[in-house]
């Protein structure tokens, strides 16, 4: 069989007393005080009697393992759903904190009002709501068309003729000749305009 965890995933470490004929529980003596805690594995084996182990990150901003150790297969679990929120506050702002194992996701707060008393219930409610709110959809830019108007050259140059009326038809200017600018793209506005008369666009 191969392994159950690969490098990178995030686990739990489980109490090896309660899983059945697991010897000691752990591949290191003295292990147990490690239950509980979830770090991400940086390296797997076989032990020779053909036991699957890992060894956990001890740099993985956990309190508890300090020293890279390895733990048999059947005491660690995913630590994907081990998440939890903690609720704090010092008395005037109350924080919201959604961890995963030790990894801070996202956070949010309510801080109370100087006109208002401070509630800690009132406060954790708002927190907690702000916390797990759906992020608002971003609303679709409206969709814009190219520009339909007519432009007066003043001070003319190359293809457009000073004092000549043209017209932007569709987004292009539509010379004598029969040409249109500009060659690449279209005009939305008249910024556009500014633009591609100042060299600024195609």
């Known amino acids: ?58 740099n993985d901003n ?12 059947r005491g660690l679990k995913m630590a994907n759903e081990e998440r939890k929120i903690v609720i704090t506050t010092d008395g005037t702002t109350t924080r919201a904190a959604l961890y995963d194992g030790h990894k801070l996701i996202r956070e949010s707060k309510a801080i109370c009002s100087k006109e208002d008393t401070f ?48 017209e932007i038809k569709d987004g292009k200017i539509k010379l004598d000749n029969g040409w249109k600018y500009p060659v690449c793209g279209s005009l939305y506005s008249m910024d556009d305009v500014h633009k591609y008369f100042n060299g600024k666009s195609d």
């Open 119 to 166: 509630d800690f219930e009132t406060g954790t409610k708002i927190a907690f709501e702000r916390l797990t709110a759906k992020p608002a959809e971003p609303k679709h830019k409206k969709a814009l068309k190219p520009l339909n108007t007519k432009i007066f050259v003043i001070d003319g140059h190359s293809d457009f003729k000073s004092g000549h009326i043209y």
């Open 1 to 58: 069989m191969g392994f159950k965890f690969k490098i990178g995933d995030r686990v739990k470490i489980l109490d090896g007393s309660k899983i059945n004929r697991y010897t000691g529980g752990w591949c290191s003596a003295g292990m147990d005080k490690y239950c509980g805690s979830i770090s991400t594995v940086i390296e797997r084996g076989t032990t020779a009697d053909g036991r699957k182990y890992y060894t956990l990150d001890s």
């Open 62 to 73: 956990n309190d508890k393992i300090k020293i890279a150790l390895m733990f048999d297969e």
